[in-house]
């Protein structure tokens, strides 16, 4: 199985600031990866598919990038609702094997 | 507009089972892959498994943590998929989400609407 891992676990950044988390996978999955983005107590929500692409009516201050193994997600400047967990989620073998997620809160 | 909900989630004792639906709307589903993520309390999400669609002769797959347990199922006429679980352990404990595979297709791609989730509590 494809392992992917997830940096930071969580931080904790002001509104206004950029913030980047990395996904990176224990092989060459290509640009096959999703970004989803959990808020407490509801199902996850796509933002990015494809490591780069925005979803519809996503906010452009969600960005992905990156191919093969390692990969970016950003939030170019920290909105208060923002406040949510976030998964990265490969697609490229079975079984489609999520991140462990970092934690992002506002301070 | 895309709709999944879940339901036949609640308290088994371990060992028992459990089946779960998923009823679908606002999108072809017969043409859609479908798939099962969980998601125990305060962890992260877990891929179940996926079924295809009649074009790629239903086929499954599943993570090895639930494979020979677990079995997912469709019924295109009611639009709606299933999760039948046996041998169910603790570990089980979870919300299941069901979720459609990218914009409805059954090739490249990952979830993009997910359901609400329904909860399964194995427990004695």
């Known amino acids: 199985d494809i392992q992917m891992t997830q940096s930071p676990s969580s931080l904790s950044a002001s509104v206004g600031d950029r913030v980047t988390i990395t996904c990176q996978a224990s092989?060459?999955?290509?640009?096959?990866l999703n970004w989803y983005q959990q808020k407490p107590g509801k199902a996850p929500k796509l933002l990015i598919f494809?490591?780069?692409n925005l979803e519809t009516g996503v906010p452009s201050r969600f960005s992905g990038s990156g191919s093969g193994t390692d990969f970016t997600f950003t939030i170019s400047s920290l909105q208060p609702e923002d406040i949510a967990t976030y998964y990265c989620?490969?697609?490229?073998?079975?079984?489609?094997?999520f991140g462990p997620g970092t934690k992002v809160d506002v301070k | 507009e895309v709709q999944l909900v879940e339901s036949g989630g609640g308290l088994v004792q371990p060992g028992g089972s459990l089946k779960l639906s998923c009823a679908a709307s606002?999108?072809?589903?017969?043409?859609?892959?479908m798939h099962w993520v969980r998601q125990a309390s305060g962890k992260g999400l877990e891929w179940v498994g996926r079924?295809?669609?009649?074009?790629?002769?239903?086929?499954?797959a599943y993570a090895a943590s639930v494979k020979g347990r677990f079995t997912i199922s469709r019924d295109d006429s009611k639009n709606t998929a299933y999760l039948q679980m046996n041998s169910l352990k603790t570990e089980d404990t979870a919300v299941y989400y069901c979720?459609?595979?990218?914009?409805?297709?059954?090739?490249?791609?990952?979830?993009?609407?997910w359901g609400q989730g329904t909860l399964v509590t194995v427990s004695s």
């Open positions: 989620q490969q697609y490229d073998n079975l079984p489609f094997t």
């Open positions: 979720t459609r595979h990218f914009r409805g297709y059954d090739f490249w791609g990952g979830s993009d609407y």
């Open positions: 606002g999108f072809i589903f017969s043409g859609s892959a």
């Open positions: 079924i295809r669609s009649k074009a790629n002769n239903y086929a499954t």
């Open positions: 494809d490591a780069s």
């Open positions: 092989q060459d999955i290509s640009k096959y």
